[in-house]
């Protein structure tokens, strides 16, 4: 096979239609399409959408949605994807070649460095180290940027230890990249949920233009349903993988893109509604680790949905979450297996009974030591 197993993604597929709680989840609780029109005030007559193709680059109406999320983009600048996961395929295939180099936050969502690593690139880590509490080390990476570099990959929230960059720390990035000739792309899908009272991520996009954006519905909007995602980026760059889309889905499903628009332009409200869940799951989260102080090592997250503890006691986290699985319905990705992180599991606190789903963790741990 060409491309990896894509252990992660392989974990959720086995289970997430069979377990009772989507605890490892990284989206934001999901919603029916009623209460997606209760929230905003608004409907939309599908009996009259035309059931024909959208234009390759997306729907003018959800362009112009998204770019406005944005300082500096443009409509033209967006380009609609079916999901992030075609957009981060179709940055890596027209950016990325065998040979190159690219520098990739370590650990991250996989699909931003391993497709690289599939067609020949060499990826090279810039580690998040939960020693130095999941913060990024610039010696290390001017040590790793070099002539060589096509592109530098951040994910910003970051999944899974829910770092945060901030724009200072992005500028920095800009910076090294400039030197090398480096495009800087930041998978920024968790844009937008906070946690703490910290400060919102800027886009990157809204510090340089000549920078990358991937953006999604998945996550902090919490319509994954929809799997529509979108690039903005420089006109340069869109060109290039524009024809590569002619091989993949050619253009993103009309009503999607129309419910997509809807939420778009009424961003502030959805986000509002799922920002209050993080807040009160996050109370919980907090006290849960407290009680667990023995157990985790844990690092706050700075932003996004998604946490990243390390079990203090040798724990095989590969066996417990499949026992979370098996025996106590909860989903939880271990790190060993779908991160190669050994040690860590991944913790999503986005979604609803989030508290119903810790409790039953509690109680698996018990078992367990
Ligand atoms: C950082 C990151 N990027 C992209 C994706 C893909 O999301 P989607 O394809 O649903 O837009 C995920 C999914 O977990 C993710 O965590």
């Not at 997306?58 to 033209?76: C, H, R, V």
């Not at 509604?273 to 690092?299: C, P, S, T, Y």
Request: with cysteine; net charge negative; aromatic share 12%.
């Amino acid at each position: 096979m060409k491309y990896s197993v894509f252990t992660l993604e392989e974990w959720f597929d086995r289970y997430e239609f069979k377990v009772d709680h989507l605890l490892g989840s990284s989206s934001c609780a999901g919603m029916t399409v009623n209460e997606l029109f209760d929230l905003t005030g608004e409907t939309i007559d599908f009996g009259k959408t035309r059931l024909t193709a959208a234009p390759v680059g997306g729907l003018p109406e959800l362009q112009e949605a998204i770019a406005t999320w944005y300082k500096n983009t443009s409509p033209g600048e967006v380009f609609v994807t079916c999901s992030s996961t075609e957009a981060i395929f179709l940055l890596v295939e027209s950016l990325v070649g065998a040979g190159d180099s690219v520098v990739a936050m370590f650990p991250m969502y996989p699909a931003l460095y391993q497709l690289a690593s599939d067609i020949g690139a060499e990826v090279r880590k810039w580690r998040l180290r939960h020693e130095n509490q999941f913060r990024p080390d610039f010696a290390e990476l001017e040590e790793l940027v070099d002539e060589t570099t096509k592109l530098i990959v951040i994910n910003n929230p970051q999944n899974p230890t829910g770092n945060v960059m901030s724009d200072e720390e992005l500028r920095r990035v800009i910076a090294v990249a400039d030197r090398a000739g480096a495009k800087v792309w930041v998978d920024e899908v968790f844009r937008g949920i906070t946690v703490d009272s910290n400060p919102a991520t800027a886009s990157v996009r809204d510090l340089d233009q000549s920078t990358i954006s991937s953006g999604s519905m998945s996550k902090s909007f919490g319509l994954s349903g929809l799997r529509v995602g979108w690039i903005a980026a420089p006109k340069e760059v869109l060109d290039s993988l524009w024809h590569i889309r002619y091989y993949t889905t050619v253009c993103a499903a009309t009503i999607d893109q129309q419910i997509a628009a809807l939420a778009h332009r009424f961003r502030d409200v959805i986000l509002a509604r799922n920002q209050a869940i993080v807040d009160e799951n996050f109370g919980v989260l907090q006290e849960w680790m407290a009680e667990k102080h023995g157990i985790f090592d844990w690092v706050k997250p700075l932003g996004g949905p998604i946490t990243f503890p390390k079990f203090i006691p040798d724990v095989d986290t590969d066996e417990f979450c499949l026992q979370l699985a098996e025996k106590y319905s909860v989903l939880v990705p271990p790190g060993n297996y779908t991160f190669d992180a050994e040690g860590f599991i991944r913790i999503g606190y986005g979604m609803r009974r989030f508290g119903e789903a810790m409790e039953i963790v509690s109680g698996a741990l018990d078992e367990y030591f």
